[in-house]
């Protein structure tokens, strides 16, 4: 069992950056791929970026490819991401989600998940 807790949201203006964190419990962090996702209001959860166990592969929503990072460190059981020139459009809860083996750009194919963390950008 893992649990996620993200945290580092907040309101910013259109342009600015913001660096979510989301730490795991437990040994066996570095087995699980990690994935962050965004739900705004009245839409369905959405794939923002993904990495691999050992963080040496990561993949991009369309929308937020040369703007947003995700790390690891797994010695810290933290999975990070930086975002720049953020756009009023990137407003929504934003989920941090842990899966056994592979990433994926599927919320369902995720084992477990936290509480979300909200994001509100201003223009």
């Known amino acids: 069992q893992v649990q996620l807790v993200e945290s580092g949201g907040g309101l910013v203006q259109a342009g600015g950056s913001l660096r979510l964190s989301c730490a795991a419990s437990g040994r066996t962090f570095s087995r699980y791929a990690m994935g962050w996702f965004r739900q705004a209001p009245g839409k369905e959860r959405e794939f923002v970026a993904a990495?691999?166990?050992?963080?040496?592969?990561?993949v991009y929503a369309d929308s937020v490819k040369g703007r947003f990072t995700i790390s690891r460190d797994n010695a810290k059981n933290t999975v990070y991401l930086q975002m720049n020139s953020l756009k009023p459009e990137d407003t929504a809860v934003y989920y941090c989600q842990a899966s056994i083996g592979y990433y994926s750009r599927r919320s369902g194919d995720y084992n477990y998940w936290g509480q979300g963390t909200q994001v509100t950008v201003s223009s």
């Open positions: 990495i691999s166990t050992s963080g040496g592969s990561t």
